[in-house]
C-alpha cells in the first residue's frame, strides 16, 4: 500500500469512527430519554397504585365495619330471642311445680 492509499483508508476509517460515535451518543441520548420516561411512568403508576389501595383499604374497611355491625345486630337479636325462650320454657315448666309446692 503506498501513502495516498493509507491516509484514504485512515481517512475513511476516521470517518466511519465519527459516524459509529455520533449514533452511539444518539443512542445514548434516545436510551436516557426512554429510560427517564419509563421511570416517570413507573413512578405515576406506583401513585396510582398507592392511592388505588387507599380507596381499596378503606372500602373493605367500611365494608367490614358495616357487616361488623350487622352480625352484632344480629347475634343481640338473637340472643334476646335464646333468653325469651328461656324465661318462657321456665315459666311454662317451672311455674307449675312451684305453684304445686305452694299449694
Known amino acids: 500500500m503506498n501513502n495516498d492509499n493509507l491516509k484514504e483508508v485512515l481517512d475513511v476509517e476516521h470517518e466511519v469512527t465519527e459516524r459509529i460515535n455520533e449514533e452511539q451518543k444518539k443512542f445514548d441520548s434516545e436510551l436516557k430519554q ?17 392511592q388505588d389501595l387507599e380507596i381499596f383499604r378503606e372500602e373493605c374497611k367500611k ?8 352480625d352484632l345486630k344480629n347475634l343481640k337479636e338473637r340472643n334476646e330471642r335464646i333468653k325469651n325462650l ?10 307449675p311445680y312451684i305453684k304445686e309446692i305452694l299449694d
Open 86 to 95: 328461656e324465661f318462657s320454657f321456665l315459666h311454662e315448666i317451672i311455674e
Open 63 to 70: 365494608e367490614f365495619e358495616y357487616k361488623y355491625k350487622e
Open 34 to 50: 426512554y429510560k427517564n420516561e419509563l421511570e416517570e411512568k413507573i413512578a405515576s403508576l406506583q401513585e396510582n397504585l398507592k
